[in-house]
C-alpha cells in the first residue's frame, strides 16, 4: 500500500497507478479537472504517463459550468 495525500487528505491506494487510472477510480473525467503533484501542474496530455507514487501530494480541482 502506498500513502498519498490528495487534496489534504491522506489516502491509501493499493500500488503504483497512473494519474489517469488514479481518477479512473475515483469515478472523474480527466477532461473536467485540473492536478497538481507534488506543487506541479501536469498536463492533460501527460496523466497516462505519469505515475503516482509514495508521498506524493495531488491537489484536484473539478471544472463546473455556470453563469
Known amino acids: 500500500m502506498l500513502a498519498i495525500t490528495v487534496n489534504g487528505d491522506l489516502k491509501r491506494i493499493p500500488s503504483t497507478l497512473s494519474l489517469a487510472d488514479f481518477l479512473s477510480d475515483l469515478g472523474l473525467d480527466p477532461k473536467k ?10 498536463p492533460k496530455s501527460t496523466y497516462a504517463m505519469v505515475e ?4 506524493d501530494t495531488l491537489e484536484i480541482v473539478h471544472f463546473i459550468g455556470g453563469g
Open 33 to 42: 479537472v485540473a492536478v497538481e503533484r507534488n506543487l506541479e501542474i501536469v
Open 52 to 55: 503516482i507514487g509514495e508521498g
